[in-house]
């Protein structure tokens, strides 16, 4: 990596791909084995803040020359654990929750994610050259989060965006450039920051086509800031993927994915409607399994299991395990060439099933069961929508849902937060919508959207009615609340020292905020 400077205006910054002496000891092990022999390569790339419909609106042309050219599947129940980026990764990369990755690898926030088990440390044992870039603050170093004392992957350059932001930020300060936002200043040279990464993935790809390779590339900004600007993008990202087809080598023999985290969770339109509900849960995702994969297994019959799953509802620790399938069946190759034997595996676990066999063939698939936050769920009727809830105020469930909402939140503000957090307000005439989820024996389900002062910051929480033959008996609050508008510098007073503290961002307005 290294960092030009041209007289007081202009800045460059570029990142080579040196040959590392492990890097040397890969090529030379695979160099001698038939391509037909070696195992699939894995490649993913996306972008935050991707719902599938904003996807299909903002870069039509890419996904037709996906599907059309390259023989991608379209996933129309991919669903995120929870509307974040962390949770998402968690999932795919390691194949856990947050709760389980507390407990197992990184109990606190600042805890460095060495530990853990990501995906990429099971492929480089078995010798594949490993890539992972990402735009940004990176999602692992967010917020006062631990990212990593030692180098992930192979090849990764998170020190040069690290600079990158640092130096140009500097830049806008010194020479007094009215107020502009962080994210303008992502940029290597000519290039934009997601330009950047693209062209140093196919870089990537292209001198390493011959080797059995991992590559992750995410897309951060601007669009975790400005999602309506994924649209200016679809030009970029078809030359992208043309790229790959053009590999064909390559992506014969890997199984490629684009994904997203959740769709947009702050813009007026898509947080505070029920169709930016389902939005914010449902991310883009398409896969396409490599010609070789398919050929080699014809008892499989992956392409049908495809055209099935596609149907499903799936969520990322279900493609975590499809990539440990991935290596199962690598394993397999080894094991009967070498007279040895393999572990089994199993495709099908409790909250997770390999992409490679048929999901949930009897449709009893639940949220709950893949460890989706009920929060977030989308399984349900969605019976109706009534935007004039909030005007009837004769309505008895109404009554009884803002002073239980506005409890909820205050019961947020524990010893530790209540000297610098206001309590909230809620009125009944804050409600902004609500729609019944589902209708049940005894309970009836509401998403509930609504303001709460100080601060005018709008909520959303899933409220469930519970009846006694067919009468009211009691309302309780479902999952967590969710902040569906920005919050900026209202809790700037709530540290980023913790998870809690992470948490509590979106549920902090700052009593110093009054002067």
């Known amino acids: 990596m290294f960092y030009t400077k041209c007289g007081e205006h202009h800045m460059n910054f570029e990142a080579n791909l040196p040959i590392l002496s492990n890097v040397k000891e890969k090529i030379n092990h695979w160099k001698d084995i038939p391509k037909n022999s070696q195992p699939i390569n894995v490649i993913i790339f996306g972008i935050d803040t991707v719902s599938r419909s904003h996807a299909y609106r903002s870069i039509p042309k890419t ?21 974040s980026t962390a949770s998402a990764f968690r999932g795919f990369l390691m194949g856990m929750t947050e709760q389980m990755v507390v407990a197992n690898c990184a109990p606190k926030r600042s805890t460095p994610y060495d530990r853990c088990p990501f995906i990429w440390k099971d492929l480089d044992l078995k010798k594949y050259v490993t890539m992972y870039i990402e735009d940004g603050e990176q999602t692992f170093n967010w917020g006062g989060q631990g990212g990593f004392t030692m180098k992930p992957t192979d090849y990764y350059i998170h020190a040069l965006f690290t600079a990158m932001g640092r130096l140009r930020a500097t830049y806008f300060h010194v020479n007094r ?26 870089r990537y790809l292209k001198k390493f086509q011959n080797t059995p390779l991992f590559s992750f590339s995410w897309l951060a900004y601007p669009w975790h ?76 019959n992956l392409e049908e299991v495809l055209k099935i799953n596609s149907q499903k509802l799936i969520g990322p620790l279900d493609l975590h395990h499809t990539f440990h399938h991935l290596l199962h069946l690598g394993d397999m190759e080894s094991s009967t060439s070498n007279n040895g034997t393999t572990e089994e595996f199993q495709p ?12 949930d063939d009897n449709n009893t698939r639940s949220c709950e069961q893949l460890r989706i936050s009920p929060s977030v769920c989308l399984c349900g009727k969605f019976l109706n929508s009534d935007n004039n809830f909030k005007s009837n105020g004769s309505s008895q469930s109404l009554k009884k849902i803002v002073p239980l909402v506005q409890k909820g939140l205050n019961d947020l503000l524990t010893p530790e937060y209540a000297p610098i957090c206001s309590l909230w307000s809620v009125k009944m005439s804050d409600v902004m919508s609500s729609t019944v989820m589902n209708i049940g024996n005894d309970t009836i389900d509401y998403l509930v959207q609504f303001a709460a002062n100080p601060g005018n910051a709008h909520f959303e929480a899933r409220v469930t009615e519970v009846l006694k033959n067919g009468i009211y008996d009691s309302i309780i609050l479902k999952g967590e609340f969710s902040r569906i508008n920005r919050y900026r510098e209202q809790s700037a007073c709530v540290p980023f020292l913790t998870e809690q503290d992470k948490f509590m961002k979106q549920f902090c307005y700052c009593k110093s905020n009054f002067g």
């Open 225 to 300: 800031d400005y999602f309506y600007s994924l649209a200016t993008f679809d030009e970029e990202l078809l030359r992208f993927v043309s790229f790959l087809n053009s590999l064909e080598d390559l992506i014969d023999n890997s199984i490629l994915v684009f994904l997203s985290d959740h769709g947009d969770r702050s813009s007026p339109f898509q947080s505070e409607t029920i169709e930016g509900f389902i939005e914010k849960g449902l991310p883009v995702f398409f896969i396409r399994f490599p010609k070789r994969l398919i050929q080699k297994y014809p008892e499989m």
């Open 177 to 202: 450039v009215s107020k502009v936002s962080d994210r303008k200043a992502w940029c290597s040279s000519k290039e934009t920051a997601p330009e950047f990464v693209l062209r140093y993935t196919k």
């Open 348 to 359: 099908v676990l409790a909250d997770r099933t390999s992409l490679l066999v048929p999901v």
């Open 63 to 83: 996904l037709k020359y996906m599907t059309d050219k390259m023989g991608f599947s379209d996933f129309l129940g991919y669903h995120s654990i929870v509307h």
